[in-house]
């Protein structure tokens, strides 16, 4: 344990101060190469001692680092906030309920019918295109109607971007008084890596301990798919998930873990197939107290193996 005194100097310090010089003055006579002389100019430099320093924990950094590009998410901007005249402070859900917006993804949230059409109708351009390119016929009949298909289905594997928490939500936030770790295990998760656009696949573990209030179970799942139906990394996927909880229900901590396969690092690169990546990230009460840290990580069996 270190102690830290009071720099206030009582008379017996002051004649431990007058010995000391004496001492420094005896030794840097008898120190070669005029060392003590050094110390002792440094010191009627006014350099103070070096002191134990006490250590300080760096804050968390938020998961989000760039500006939005949207001039409507920026904080202050006139007519978009709400009734509280303030910007929420999450890193991952904005002041109108969507998660990481861009200019893009209003885009495709406020289209009109016509408009959507004229979505799928190039994203299937770009896929027959890709047929084209890795040398296909995409008129032979087993790709006649792939491209569609394909566009199709990217757009339900991005649909997250267009989800809005508290639709998801709902208003199942409920009063209980209860203060004691809750937990929903093994939820399915499917992504995109984004660097690849190939699927990551596994299971998340959320925990959390309430402040009196709790969450409908069911929409713990509901906020992982929310975040993991676009283009993600793992990493990222992990602390969405867990601030948005925090910034939602407020709860004394929040933990998640997630452990997943990669296709990227499966089917091409290393080529490993049994490897499994595991991420966590644990806020609030839970980051600060290990015993409940450990607790968790033992629930969700990660101790066991």
Do not use: W
Not at 37 to 53: I, L, V, Y
Not at 202 to 222: A, E
Not at 274 to 280: N, Y
């Amino acid at each position: 344990m270190v102690r830290y005194h009071s720099g206030a100097n009582t008379p017996s310090d002051h004649a431990e101060g007058s010995n000391d010089e004496k001492k420094a003055s005896r030794l840097a006579v008898a120190l070669p190469n005029g060392l003590g002389a050094r110390s002792k100019r440094g010191n009627d430099e006014g350099e103070e001692p070096q002191k134990k320093k006490r250590k300080h924990r760096k804050g968390r950094r938020h998961s989000i680092s760039k500006a939005a590009r949207d001039p409507r998410d920026e904080a202050g901007s006139p007519g978009t906030l709400g009734d509280s005249g303030t910007r929420s402070p999450s890193p991952v859900i904005d002041f109108d309920g969507l998660s990481h917006p861009s200019r893009g993804t209003r885009e495709r949230l406020e289209e009109s019918e016509e408009q959507a059409a004229a979505r799928l109708a190039k994203l299937s351009g770009a896929v027959k295109t890709i047929l084209e390119c890795i040398g296909e016929d995409p008129s032979r009949e087993g790709l006649l109607g792939t491209p569609e298909r394909y566009a199709k289905a990217m757009l339900f594997f991005t649909k997250g971007y267009q989800e809005n928490i508290g639709d998801i939500i709902n208003g199942a936030i409920f009063h209980e008084n209860h203060r004691e770790l809750v937990i929903v295990k093994d939820i399915e998760v499917f992504s995109l890596c984004e660097h690849h656009m190939v699927p990551f696949t596994g299971k998340m573990h959320i925990g959390y301990i309430p402040d009196q209030d709790v969450i409908g179970i069911s929409k713990l799942p509901r906020i992982a798919d929310m975040f993991s139906r676009r283009l993600q990394i793992q990493e990222r996927l992990t602390k969405d998930v867990a601030h948005a909880i925090m910034e939602v229900l407020k709860p004394q901590g929040v933990a998640v873990v997630m452990e997943s396969s990669h296709l990227c690092m499966v089917m091409r690169g290393v080529e490993k197939t049994s490897a499994t990546t595991i991420t966590s990230c644990v806020l609030g009460c839970i980051e600060k107290r290990e015993k409940t840290r450990m607790e968790f990580f033992s629930l969700v069996g990660l101790n066991r193996r």
